[in-house]
Structures are given as C-alpha cells and as structure tokens.
C-alpha cells in the first residue's frame, strides 16, 4: 500500500487561503444563526403578542429613547473632539461622522472595536491629522470609556445589593463588573509599581492560550504613547472632568434609552431592572460570537426584565426596539456617514485637480 503524498493536503490549504475571508463570514454567519436559534428564539415566546403590542406603544416614550440616544451619541462624539489636539484636530462635524462611521463598522464585526478604531485613523489621517494622535486619541477613549462604564454598572448594581434590592440576577453581574474595576485598578498602579507590574505580567502569561495576547497588550499600553496621553489628561483637571463627564453622559443617556424604550411598552419596571439589563448587555457584547453580541444581549437582557416584572411581549418590543436605536440604526448611520466624507474629499480632489 502506498504512503500518502507528504503535499496532499497542499491544494486544500490553497483553496482555504483563497476563500479565507468567504469562509470567515460562512462561519460568523452560521455563530449568529445558532445565537439566534437556540439562544434569542426562545425567549421571544408568542409572536402574536408581541407584534398586537406594537398597536399600543407610547410614542412620546419612544421619542424619548430616540432623543436619549442621539445625546449619548453626541456625547461621544465630543469625547473623541476633546482628546484630539487642537491644533490638527478637524471641526466636530467632520469628528462626529468619522467617529459614527467606526461605530457602524464597529457593530459589523466580532470584536469590532479594532476593525473601528483603525477606520477612524484612516479617516482622521485623510484629514490632517497625525496617525499616532489619532490613534493615541481613540486607545484612550476606548479604554477609559470601558473602565468608566464598568464603576457605574458596579457602583450601581453594589447600590442596589447593599439596599437589599439584589436579586440572582444582580449577584454575578455585580462580580463580573467588580473583577473589571479591580484588574483596571492593579493595572493603573502597576504603570508606577515595577514589582507589581512584573507580578501582572506573570499572572496574564499563565492565561492559557491569551497570554501571550495579554502580555502583548499591558506591555504596549505601559510602553506606548497611550500611557503619555493618560497622564497629560490627568494632569489638566479640566479636562479629565469634561472626558468624564461626556463618557458618564455617553452610557447614562444609553441606559436611558433603553428606559423609555421598554416604557413605551408597557414594562413598568424600576431602576433596578435597567441597571442589571444594561449590564447584562455590557457584558455580553464582550463575548466575541457575534458582532456587537447580538443575539447574546438580547438573550440575556429579556428574561432579566421579565424576571423583574415585565410580560414577555413588553419586554421583547422595549428591548428590541432600543437594539434597533442602539446598534442596528448607527450602521445604517455610520453607512451614510462614511459615504458623505468619502464624496467630499472626492470631490475637492476633483475640484483640485481640474
């Protein structure tokens, strides 16, 4: 019996090198059909329910949750503003579509956020602004932004455990957003501590199959401009309180939304349900199966408002209606947004050059 030829796996390498990126999406497709199966399809329940409900949503609610959502964008959008320098840094209207542009791109793509933040240099970039700032600029955003959000969900949900309004959903969440806040705030003394710093670097190195990822990016955040950055904004106290406050307003008028969202339906829920279905979908979308952790944050979010109080059919309409405000309407935005920075820079190059 003959040996196999040591090549004969070669044409199959080569044809899954040529379709890499159709077989990518094949696959992200197919994550997102089980998501949606066997994870968000039953705890949609009775679809008739939820479709005789849409005759009777509040519109001025409604209304509310859209002008929510458009502060909390907007409050993002000068977030970025204020962390680019000004001598180089483009009008807020230009700031603003490259920032919504990386947002749609963002929602696109599992573990979106890099696929954005490169967009937004490269559009940055095209209008005179430094790479480096730029992308020094949205690292630091991105990250303070997550650190921030996490001590509000923590603050929140702690708030509420130590009133005795926990609940089974409240406890794990408030742990996992506790093991955020702790390992940002080993991280940010280790930046000063060498003997600490080494200690993070051995524990992120024992992670199995992350830790060399892991090790890679402590040791760029300490070594790259990044950290510079941080410590020239923490050294301006007004400006570290205006980035905190337009990073708080960026998720608080978020979680408003989704409020006014789930009252335009009827969930007449409290503050509590909010708190812990907003952090439910933080930490879902950390899950990187589907982009933005759609399917995953709704299969989190519904049980816990209906857990809370809310018929199913409300719960479902509210939290899918503020899903189609939160994450599918800025990709049609960030669609849009890029095409009209793309068409101007065309037509001044064409302009320019006639």
């Not at 933040?117 to 559009?123: D, E, K, P």
């Not at 960026?250 to 006014?260: E, G, I, P, Y």
Request: glycine share 12%; aromatic share 8%; proline share 5%.
């Amino acid at each position: 019996m003959g040996m196999a030829s040591p090549d004969g796996g070669q044409p199959v390498r080569a044809w899954i090198a040529r379709n890499r990126r159709a077989l990518s999406v094949g696959g992200h497709l197919l994550i997102l059909g089980l998501v949606v199966w066997f994870l968000v399809r039953p705890q949609i329940g009775s679809t008739q329910d939820s479709l005789a409900l849409l005759s009777e949503v509040q519109v001025p609610w409604l209304g509310g949750a859209i002008a929510a959502e458009l502060v909390s964008l907007t409050a993002y959008t000068f977030l970025t503003y204020r962390l680019l320098a000004p001598a180089t840094r483009p009008r807020w209207w230009t700031v603003a579509r490259v920032d919504i542009s990386a947002i749609g791109l963002g929602k696109c793509l599992p573990d979106g956020g890099a696929a954005g933040t490169a967009l937004s240099v490269r559009l940055f970039a095209l209008d005179g602004v430094p790479a480096g700032d730029a992308a020094v600029a949205k690292v630091v955003q991105g990250l303070g932004s997550a650190v921030l959000l996490q001590v509000l969900v923590f603050a929140g949900l702690g708030t509420a455990v130590a009133l005795g309004l926990g609940s089974t959903w409240a406890s794990p969440l408030l742990v996992v957003a506790g093991g955020f806040v702790l390992t940002a705030t080993l991280i940010g003394l280790g930046l000063s501590r060498p003997r600490l710093w080494s200690w993070l670097e051995r524990v992120a190195g024992g992670v199995p199959r992350f830790g060399g990822r892991l090790v890679g990016l402590l040791r760029g955040l300490r070594d790259g401009q990044g950290l510079a950055h941080l410590k020239a904004v923490g050294a301006t106290p007004v400006l570290l309180a205006e980035l905190i406050l337009y990073s708080a307003a960026n998720w608080v008028f978020d979680a408003l939304a989704l409020w006014m969202a789930l009252e335009s339906f009827h969930a007449d829920v409290g503050i509590r349900a909010i708190l812990v279905a907003y952090a439910a979908q933080a930490i879902g979308t950390w899950i990187p199966l589907t982009p933005g952790g759609l399917g995953v944050a709704e299969s989190i979010m519904i049980p816990a408002v209906v857990a809370y109080g809310a018929t199913r059919p409300a719960a479902v309409d509210g939290i899918l209606a503020w899903r189609l405000l939160s994450y599918w309407i800025p990709i049609l935005a960030g669609a849009a947004a890029y095409l009209s920075l793309t068409t101007r820079r065309d037509r001044s190059k064409t302009t320019s050059d006639g």
